[in-house]
């Protein structure tokens, strides 16, 4: 197999489970707003700034709203084109390495990379993250998850689908290294609240963010 056809499978299966990976987490965290006491707290809404940590785009953030609130932070993480790690960002990338090696991959793999890409860059993907914004991560998560049982169903089990593989899976380790990071270092609380019911309810939206 050529490196450059492994590079693109690589990167196109990391860049779909990045997209997925960070649809949970924005739907973890906002059912996290929700399960909190006071979501007007101003220690409550700073829970959006370790997902944006996780990004490594805090500089990109803060220079693109002006009023950096939850629902920039679901923009930037979702839909904003100039964030390379947006849902957005990631599934343009998947597409894109996708197309460069369409006669490595099945046609109904490529249907629905393009057909889960064309949603998020139409206004219907847009309307429903303002309007249903569960909706539209469970469509995003759901998408992924069908891109992938598409491969491991249609593809020969040989070196391309290997580095399909490969890629899906360093992907989800860095992922739960990050959220696990984020927790330590960003969101751990002083002494006295270790164990208390915020600190349970954020170790509970840690494993819901790693699909534990």
């Known amino acids: 197999m050529l490196s450059r056809v492994a590079d693109s499978l690589f990167w ?6 990045r997209a997925e990976n960070n649809a949970r987490i924005a739907d973890v965290n906002l059912q996290l ?3 909190l006491e006071n979501t007007h707290d101003p ?15 805090n500089e990109l953030f803060t220079s693109l709203y002006q009023n950096p609130d939850g629902q920039a932070a679901v923009d ?8 390379p790690n947006s849902v957005y960002a990631c599934l343009a990338a998947a597409r894109e390495n996708a197309r460069t ?7 109904e793999m490529w249907e629905h990379i393009n ?13 429903m993250l303002r309007l249903s914004p569960y909706e539209f991560f469970r469509r995003i998560i759901t998408g992924s998850h069908l891109i992938q049982g598409i491969a491991d169903a249609t593809m020969t089990h040989s070196e391309g689908w290997d580095f399909i593989r490969i890629g899906r899976f360093l992907e989800r380790a860095d992922n739960t290294s990050r959220i696990l990071d984020v ?19 954020q170790w509970m939206s840690v494993l819901k963010s790693c699909s534990a």
Request: overall charge neutral; hydrophobic content about 30%; some cysteine.
């Open 43 to 57: 220690d409550t809404q700073q829970q959006w700034n370790p997902i944006i940590s996780s990004l490594e785009e």
């Open 101 to 107: 090696v369409r006669e490595q991959i099945s046609s």
């Open 76 to 83: 930037f993480v979702c839909l904003q084109r100039q964030n």
């Open 12 to 17: 196109m299966s990391r860049y779909i489970e």
């Open 115 to 127: 057909r889960l890409y064309l949603f998020i860059k139409g206004e219907t993907g847009k309307k």
């Open 183 to 201: 927790k330590y270092h960003l969101l751990l609380p002083s002494g006295e609240k270790v164990g208390g019911n915020i600190d349970t309810v």
């Open 33 to 35: 707003l929700l399960d």
